[in-house]
């Protein structure tokens, strides 16, 4: 709620900005887990739209992390991997980015589900940074990779998986692969049948429809 000398509503990024202030007064004597919740704020200024807000919180996660977590942690990596996406919005260090993102890959090595979804992300980010690049092959390989670990991360019916196997096919469909664009946006449209989506991703997903032009 608002402090009496606020006035309006507050935001979601207001109310991020005081769980970061909170995160960091109140778990100071337990790190892990501060970094783990400072990685999560992060993510959530990203889904907020609040890249440059991102950034600072997920340096500070990645710090505390980094001198208490072993190299496959998933929140470690979690961190690292929204790190490099929130640069990705706010700068052009793409090096950085991609080192960030292949560290998030290769460190996370297991098979639990946290791991999986890192992997995922890490993958999705470093297809993103080959197609910048022009090297539409490694960009659709990691995204294959990003797809299936976020298929089995996430689950079928999920909003990541729909939208993973969505950048596939517009990845595929770029580098000529059509049958694979297709058979992926099927995919795409089978995860998101029956789900609520967030406005923006389902004006995605009909506009990669008609690209695609499915039958």
């Known amino acids: ?58 340096e500070e996660s990645i710090r505390v992390l980094e001198g208490r977590a072993p190299t496959n942690d998933p929140a470690l990596n979690k961190s690292r991997v929204f790190l490099a996406s929130a640069l ?10 991609r080192t960030l993102a292949t560290a998030a890959r290769d460190g996370c090595t297991g098979d639990d589900v946290d791991c999986r979804k890192a992997r995922a992300y890490a993958s ?51 580098g000529g692969q059509l049958n694979e664009a297709e058979s992926a946006m099927r995919k795409a449209l089978a995860a998101a049948d029956g789900l609520r989506l967030r406005a923006a991703d389902r004006i995605a997903m009909e506009r990669t429809m008609a690209v695609i032009d499915l039958d």
């Open 1 to 58: 709620e608002a402090s009496e000398d606020h006035e309006g509503e507050v935001t979601g990024k207001q109310m991020l900005d005081g769980a970061v202030a909170r995160a960091r007064r109140d778990f100071g004597a337990q790190p892990q887990l501060q970094g783990e919740l400072l990685s999560e704020l992060g993510r959530m200024y990203m889904r907020l739209e609040a890249a440059e807000s991102a950034v600072p919180v997920l």
């Open 88 to 97: 990705l919005q706010t700068s052009d260090d793409l090096p950085r980015m």
């Open 124 to 174: 999705s980010v470093l297809s993103q940074l080959a197609s910048f690049g022009g090297d539409d092959a490694t960009a659709l390989r990691e995204m294959r990779s990003s797809a299936r670990d976020t298929e089995l991360g996430f689950g079928l019916k999920h909003e990541e998986t729909a939208l993973a196997y969505m950048s596939l096919a517009i990845i595929a469909r770029n």
